[in-house]
């Protein structure tokens, strides 16, 4: 009993270090970032079970969307991805990186459609699968890098409009479906061995890519390389059925048969194939703006050219085509039927459009104030007078004299209007803003925490700003209560912060001065004295114990 009451004094040092460090057991946040894993998949546990444990594993607070880099390996057992897994997977919203070890089994057939199509995020992937349905990677915006050392067929759309893919690896790939590679501006080599069969316009407006060798080519649909810039083409055995549409071939290399000046006779066919030489017209905005600037015309064909309906230039009107930047060349009408004979660039001719003249508004004539005309004395009418005259009038009572009002002359006097004094609008006074309810806490770590009640913030409050210039949003208060941490101290030389309210415009609506000693402190003994004192209590109670077990 006694041993066991020995060991009372260090479970009291334990607690007490424990109760005086709460801030340190909850130093760990979520804090976004980069995160890479690498998952040694397991059989008997999911893809995403995997990803969440390595996640709480890293104890960085991350989750799933912070995941940007995932490497996928097999166990000692082989794992194989399943459809869910394989949606989990493109659900990452940050994931840039993929790379799933060759080890990795592919449970589906048939990856499913829109694997990662519509993806503004991914940039390069390394996936072992063999067979992918339509739209895989279509407007993958951001694709870099597509490495499918097993991939074998690829439905229509596989990589259409991906404007930055510059890397393709797929040494086994054998069917591509319409539009596969369509859009690839930046692509310039495409090394595909084994490819028998490509959809239609599968590798139109590839514009970068000059040389191709296709040596398993079996199958080419309509136009497959229309509006391309390959200029050297080899094939091995010649195919059965193909067009290639509108491409400058300057060589075409076949077994046995090499045609170098294929274009110069236009238009040709060999093999069943169908290959139309065409030019490429490239019209300048020249100091306006246009949505596209290059057009293909087939070589020898007579038709119009483009009227320059999408340019635009702000003050100016497009008025013709000119083959020199300065008007001094052979000018072409928008629109002009030409015969085309070679590729050509034509820059845009420009007129000011003129600025119209403005309407003067008429002055308006003052309509002058109507004059009032006097107003005439009535003329008092004249008593008859009776005529009797024996019979004398009798003697009126004398009245009261009356004072006699002078008649108007013929000018009218306008009596004087009393001018009206204005009364002073007052300045409303600036009311001081009334005192905020504040809790500040200090911790031993140099860390202070302002807790303020919002409800007692200026009307309009949006934001408080900390002299370092954080500036911390009322939004994010919890239960009421909105809190700051300082790390930095008090800025003023009396020991207080200054916390400045601002509105949605950045607007000063009031400052205060936050003393350091206005709230509680969770702990304002240094923990050096606390132990110290813990480990005396330890010893005096080791003596105490010592001293009963000799007595």
């Known amino acids: 009993m ?25 130093a760990d946040s979520y804090v976004a970032g980069t995160t890479k894993l690498i998952i040694d998949t397991n059989p008997t546990v999911s893809l995403q ?20 880099h995932l490497t996928i390996t097999s166990g000692v057992y082989t794992y194989a991805l399943t459809d869910d897994d394989i949606t989990y997977i493109t659900s990452l919203a940050a994931l840039t990186h993929l790379d799933v070890d060759e080890s990795v089994k592919i449970a589906p057939y048939y990856i499913r459609v829109e694997f990662f199509a519509d993806n503004n995020v991914i940039e390069e992937v390394k996936f072992p699968g063999k067979y992918f349905s339509s739209k895989a990677f279509q407007d993958c915006s951001n694709l870099k890098s597509i490495n499918m050392p097993h991939a074998e067929i690829f439905e229509c759309d596989f990589c259409d409009n991906c404007p930055k893919l510059v890397d393709v690896y797929l040494p086994n790939a054998k069917e ?12 310039e080599t495409l090394k595909l061995p084994r490819a028998q069969k490509f959809g239609y316009h599968c590798l139109s407006f590839c514009r970068n890519i000059k040389t191709l060798s296709l040596p398993s080519l079996q199958t080419a649909d309509y136009n497959f390389l229309d509006y391309s810039k390959i200029q050297d083409l080899e094939l091995g055995t010649p195919p059965t059925i193909a067009s290639f549409g509108n491409v400058n071939l300057t060589r075409l290399k076949v077994p046995d048969t090499q045609y170098d000046s294929f274009n110069s006779q236009g238009n040709g066919t060999w093999n069943g194939f169908y290959i139309s030489s065409c030019a490429v017209f490239v019209f300048e905005p020249n100091g306006g703006t246009a949505p596209y600037t290059y057009f293909y015309y087939p070589m020898n064909a007579n038709g119009p050219i483009y009227d320059g309906a999408d340019f635009k230039r702000d003050g100016y009107a ?30 845009a001719q420009w007129e000011p459009i003129p600025t119209p003249t403005p309407t003067p508004v008429p002055t308006a004539t003052p309509t002058p104030a109507p004059t009032t005309a006097p107003t005439a004395k009535p003329t008092a009418t004249p008593r008859r007078t009776s005529s009797t005259t024996n019979t ?3 003697t009126p009572s004398p009245e009261p004299s009356a004072t006699q009002t002078p008649a108007p002359s013929g000018e009218v006097t ?37 807790n303020i009640d919002v409800t007692s913030l200026p009307q309009g409050t949006s934001a408080v700003k900390l002299p370092s210039g954080q500036v ?16 930095d101290g008090w800025n003023n030389e009396d020991g207080s912060i200054t916390l400045v309210m601002i509105d949605d415009d950045e607007v000063a609506l009031g400052s205060y001065n ?13 923990i050096w004295i606390i132990i110290v004192l813990v480990g005396v209590m330890a010893i005096v109670w080791g003596v105490v114990i010592y001293s009963r077990k000799v007595a």
Request: net charge negative; glycine share 6%; proline share 8%.
């Open 472 to 487: 911390v949003p009322v939004d994010t208060a919890e239960n009421g209560m909105l809190t700051i941490e300082v790390f």
């Open 176 to 187: 591509f479906g319409d539009y596969s590679f369509r859009d690839c501006d930046i692509l």
């Open 392 to 394: 004398p009038a009798p």
């Open 414 to 450: 306008a009596t004087p209007v009393p001018a009206i004094s204005e009364t002073p609008i007052p300045t409303p006074t600036q009311t001081p803003p009334a005192a905020i309810t504040t809790d500040v806490v200090s911790t031993d770590d140099g860390k202070t925490v302002v």
């Open 49 to 68: 079970a995997s990803v969440e444990a390595a996640l709480l594993a890293e104890g960085s607070g991350h989750t799933k969307d912070d995941v940007t």
């Open 514 to 526: 936050i003393e350091s000693s206005s709230g509680k402190a969770s702990s304002n003994i240094p």
């Open 2 to 26: 006694i041993k066991k009451l020995a060991l009372l004094p260090a479970l009291a040092l334990l607690l007490m270090f424990i109760i005086i460090q709460p801030n340190a057991l909850a």
């Open 318 to 347: 497009l008025q013709s085509w000119n083959t020199q930047i300065d008007g001094s060349g052979t000018a072409y009408d928008l629109g002009e039927r030409i015969t085309i004979r070679e590729s050509m660039t034509l820059y």
